[in-house]
């Protein structure tokens, strides 16, 4: 049962432009979401996160968003980098610093 | 600066070995989270410690077990490997904050179990 989803596995953007990547949720008792970039053989790295009592949350080219009525979260790079090609995983906290990771959407951000 | 160290980079082992992977923090997180990668699968979490000599399953405990002697180590041990747990295996770490979410990660270990 897959309670956090990236439906779009991969993703592909021009330099430059605006890259938004995508997620679901199904457990309503999530209160916390957070972001993480991984590069290959590297372990993923925190990008940026939002409490369920926001709706926005900005951090220079990166803005997350949730809606909560919906179930959905997204997170948007603006201008997208060729360094920004990277995968991308979507995680929800369900109590006690546990985190449910969804499936990652990769992204390629090409010059 | 936070680091999080795993003792291998990549492993083979053979079907029915003992392997441990061993994971160590130098930032005195109290916890300490065991994950594998697949593709398709995302991270999923085996086990977790949020205490010396505490464990709590996570998502998938089955076939492995951990260890945590002291604080900055945190071991999982597969008592008897098989191919289905060829992955990459990512260990974390956090502070006991219930306002601190984020986990930091180290290099992961790619294991071939043939």
């Known amino acids: 049962d897959q309670q956090v989803k990236q439906n779009s596995p991969s993703l592909s953007v021009q330099e430059g432009r605006i890259s938004i990547l995508n997620c679901d949720y199904t457990?309503?008792?999530?209160?916390?979401f957070l972001w993480y970039k991984k590069y290959p053989a590297e372990g993923p790295t925190f990008l940026i996160s939002?409490?369920?009592?926001?709706d926005k949350n900005e951090d220079g080219r990166f803005t997350v968003f949730l809606n909560k009525s919906a179930k959905h979260l997204s997170l948007h790079i603006v201008p997208s980098q060729p360094g920004d090609s990277a995968v991308y995983f979507c995680?929800?906290?369900?109590?006690?610093?546990?985190?449910?990771f969804g499936t990652g959407t990769r992204l390629l951000v090409s010059p | 600066d936070v680091k999080v160290t795993q003792s291998s980079r990549y492993l083979v082992k053979r079907t029915g070995e003992k392997v441990f992977l061993e994971c160590v923090q130098d930032?005195?997180?109290?916890?300490m989270f065991w994950y594998r990668q697949d593709p398709g699968l995302g991270l999923r979490l085996i086990y977790f410690?949020?205490?010396?000599?505490?464990?709590e399953k996570g998502d998938i405990p089955e076939g492995y077990s951990v260890s945590r002697e002291k604080k900055e180590r945190f071991s999982l041990i597969l008592e008897s490997a098989s191919t289905n747990q060829t992955s990459m295996y990512l260990c974390?770490?956090?502070?006991?904050?219930?306002?601190?979410?984020?986990?930091?990660f180290g290099p992961g270990t790619r294991l071939t179990v043939t």
């Open positions: 939002i409490s369920s009592i926001k």
């Open positions: 410690s949020y205490d010396v000599k505490m464990k």
């Open positions: 995680a929800a906290s369900r109590g006690f610093q546990k985190l449910v």
């Open positions: 930032m005195d997180h109290e916890n």
């Open positions: 457990n309503s008792m999530f209160d916390y």
């Open positions: 974390a770490s956090s502070p006991l904050d219930r306002d601190l979410y984020e986990q930091y």
